[in-house]
């Protein structure tokens, strides 16, 4: 066997939704159920949804507080009043924040922006920046993307005079702020139809409401705040995203051309991915580590050699941030490992003075990779008592809500379900840690703990085409509530299967199914090559995409967990003795059990293992092997003996074939019955015969060898034909009649002879078959029942 990484779940669909939806759209069956998994599961809705032509922007009046804020947004732009754009430094809060830059610039508007400091000022509105706003003569704040749980932000503006208009997109406290108007889908009570929209969303809506139309040169910035803060990529933001990638990819901004030869993406394939991997990081690094204007200024400049500097600055500072996040990652697992270790806490909640606040958020999502744990990573001020941190969750854990709970010793969190931002007291931390962990007890199981993969497509190798691929990829662009598609193929052949790289740390794998072959690409899985057998059956998912490569066109896919379902039988018998030692210990301890039949083997192999088990002490236990990995260094001295080791011991996972033996029967003659009546019929000529001055001799004129002559006088001996003293055989005076098996000499080489051919020559695939009836008599038992009937 070889287990997956992770849990996987297979997605289910309605067969006759499935059935409408072929007929219906003319679409493949996987494309069919891929939509319905999306929640798209009648003719009407995939044809808008895989259309987007045909798609259209929402009224932005339909959002609660449009109308009073676009009446004060203008009167002020009339009365040419100075307007301050509240940001955030995260890239949404970047681009929502160009967005209005653009809008009011063209609707000539005197206006600044303002980003707080992550690390001097925290998260979203606060007193001090609202008082210098007011002294510099600002009389109305819009925040983008922050401001709905500015509660005593908005008492202060309204204290001071400063009109106070909040747009946002993050989940709504329960008090909120008594702000001249308060544009969020999700405020309660409002009707707008798509709640999903990222804050750059909820920006680009109040700029179609100011400019009158639907501002689509803007769509090359909106594309980036969407993808970039993972929101779900369906309904408006499946059109802002898809529009966008397209405007960017064509962009005539500077900046954003700049911003994108950095990350090496090239104008002509511009994906999804491009933007959440490459351009994302990069407007986010500027935030973490210091300030988010240069981001903004880089969205925002005309000037493409300007653009070229801001760029190369916000590459520098993402490679100083990856440099960070590794090493505080570094720290995190030893102090979750020697302070909190998973298998007692149910929550991790990890603090440490001195900790870049800025990237603590990419490290909780690392520590839940590794550990796959609700968790939160706080920095500590310790001059000021405070921690502040991000939390990031697990399927099952709704860390918003849980973390409301707490709202008593949280007076500054939000955030969502699987992610949050939080200052807290340090005092409270052990507090903090205590209820989360009782909470997640109440509401996560032991199942739940094991990293869960969703898989939306099963098939067959000989059904992935490239029309079926390119048919999927219309569904594009993916990502959050729209990912890339998981594909599975089940319990498939292996055709050929290498490690690749410089570094032999890939994998490749073609595979072989119903006529037809597959390709298929696993990053980082070299490991792997010697966990699989060459003729075990695979299940595999991944992603699948068109190879092109010198002139041929080919679907391949990309694997990311692999599965054999089945015991694996591995031959080690050929391998090299000299190499054996390390393969061994590479083995984890905890799951191989190696047994050895004779005494000397150990030392005869040079092992330096400390685990190897006498074969006599196992035939005592029961379940010893159910789900291990059973080391077989020797032959037995029976069949029977290996047929009883693995009777009632469970279905090992797997079973390593070495079958080492000192002396090899194969290479010493074992006598027929001809030949040892011609050698009856010689003594009975001589009576006596010297072996040890003339047996040589006699072996050469024979064509035997030594051993022969040898072993013929030893069962002679045992049968009472002759006596042997000082090396002279002598005949026996009228000695019973006996038959050669009455010799167990005889029959000790008869059964090493077959032990020989059944497990020491015999093919891989008859050795697996002899494993099979004795790990499986049950299964193999009722086939042939089967196949009888």
Not at 294 to 309: K, Q, R, Y
Not at 623 to 645: A, C, H, M, Q, W
Request: glycine share 6%; proline share 4%.
């Amino acid at each position: 066997m070889l287990k997956p990484k992770a849990r996987w779940k297979i997605q289910e669909q309605d067969d006759n939704k499935v059935e409408s939806l072929v007929k219906e759209l003319g679409v493949d069956v996987l494309v069919a159920q891929l939509l319905i998994n999306r929640g798209i599961d009648t003719p009407e809705a995939a044809k808008t949804f895989l259309n987007s032509e045909e798609m259209t922007y929402h009224d932005p009046y339909l959002l609660s507080g449009m109308k009073e804020a676009i009446t004060r947004i203008n009167e002020a732009i009339t009365n040419q009043e100075k307007i301050l754009i509240f940001g955030d430094y995260d890239a949404d809060g970047v681009s929502s924040t160009s967005v209005m830059i653009y809008t009011l610039k063209e609707l000539g508007a005197i206006f600044d922006y303002y980003i707080p400091n992550r690390f001097t000022e925290g998260y979203g509105p606060n007193e001090p920046a609202l008082r210098r706003a007011k002294e510099e003569g600002y009389t109305l704040v819009v925040t983008v993307d922050t401001g709905i749980s500015a509660v005593h932000e908005a008492n202060v503006a309204r204290e001071i005079g400063l009109d106070f208009i909040v747009t946002d997109h993050h989940e709504a406290p329960p008090t909120l702020p008594d702000a001249y108007a308060i544009v969020n889908p999700k405020k309660p009570g409002c009707t707008y139809p798509f709640k999903g929209l990222a804050g750059v969303g909820v920006a680009f809506k109040v700029a179609q409401a100011l400019l009158g139309r639907i501002p689509k040169e803007l769509l090359d910035i909106v594309v980036i705040g969407t993808i970039a803060d993972l929101v779900p990529l369906v309904d408006e933001n499946r059109l802002m995203a898809k529009e966008g990638l397209r405007a960017l990819q064509s962009t005539s901004k500077p900046g954003l051309r700049a911003l994108m030869k950095v990350c090496g993406v090239g104008q002509d394939a511009l994906n999804g991915d491009h933007v959440g991997f490459g351009i994302g990081p990069r407007i986010n690094a500027a935030g973490r580590l210091d300030s988010a204007d240069p981001a903004v200024e880089l969205m925002i400049t005309n000037d493409s050699s300007e653009a070229e500097h801001l760029a190369a600055e916000i590459d520098a500072l993402n490679k100083q941030r990856q440099s960070i996040v590794n090493a505080i990652t570094e720290e995190a697992v030893e102090i979750v490992e020697t302070t909190y270790p998973p298998s007692e806490n149910d929550v991790l909640i990890i603090a440490k003075p001195g900790w870049n606040a800025g990237v603590i958020g990419i490290v909780a999502s690392r520590l839940v990779e590794r550990f796959y744990r609700p968790t939160i990573v706080l920095s500590i001020d310790e001059e000021k008592g405070l921690a502040k941190g991000s939390a990031r969750s697990i399927e099952g854990f709704d860390m918003f809500s849980e973390l409301s709970k707490s709202r008593d010793i949280l007076p500054h969190f939000g955030g969502h379900p699987m992610a949050a931002g939080l200052t807290m007291k340090e005092a409270d931390l052990d507090l903090l840690r205590e209820r989360l962990n009782e909470q997640a007890k109440e509401v996560l199981t032991e199942e739940d703990f094991k990293p869960l993969t969703k898989i939306d497509l099963a098939t067959s190798v000989d059904h992935i085409s490239l029309s079926v691929i390119k048919q999927l990829e219309a569904l594009a662009p993916f990502g959050v509530s729209n990912p890339t598609p998981k594909v599975m193929i089940e319990n498939v052949h292996i055709d050929q299967m290498r490690r690749i790289g410089s570094e032999a740390n890939h994998l490749k794998i073609s595979f072989a199914q119903n006529g037809a072959s597959l390709d298929g690409i696993g990053f980082h899985l070299g490991h792997l090559h010697d966990e699989i057998s060459q003729t075990a059956k695979l299940s595999a998912i991944g992603t699948l995409s068109i190879n092109e490569w010198n002139g041929h066109v080919k679907p391949q896919m990309m694997l990311e967990d692999l599965a054999v379902n089945e015991w694996q039988l591995f031959d080690w018998r050929s391998i090299q003795q000299k190499r054996l030692d390390d393969r061994l210990l590479e083995i984890p301890v905890e799951r191989r059990i190696i047994i050895s039949f004779q005494e000397e083997s150990a030392n005869q192999l040079g092992l330096h293992c400390e685990d190897i088990r006498k074969a006599e002490e196992v035939f005592h236990a029961t379940g010893l092997f159910e789900d291990k990995y059973v080391i077989l260094l020797d032959v037995p001295n029976t069949r029977d003996e290996l047929s009883r080791l693995f009777t009632g011991q469970g279905t090992p996972s797997r079973v390593y074939t070495i079958f080492h033996q000192q002396e090899d029967s194969f290479f010493t003659t074992n006598p027929n019955r001809d030949q040892f009546k011609w050698f009856y019929a010689f003594l009975l000529k001589r009576k006596t015969f010297d072996l040890k001055k003339h047996g040589l001799d006699l072996a050469k004129h024979k064509g035997w060898s030594k051993h022969t002559i040898d072993f013929m006088s030893q069962v002679f001996l045992e049968l009472g034909f002759v006596t042997i003293d000082n090396g002279i055989l002598a005949l026996s005076d009228s000695p019973e009649k006996k038959g050669l098996d009455e010799s167990k000499s005889y029959l000790r080489k008869q059964e090493q002879a077959k032990i020989e051919n059944q497990f020491v020559y015999s093919s891989y695939e008859e050795l697996k078959q002899w494993f099979n009836r004795v790990i499986l008599p049950t299964e193999i038992d009722e086939r042939q029942i089967k196949e009888t009937v």
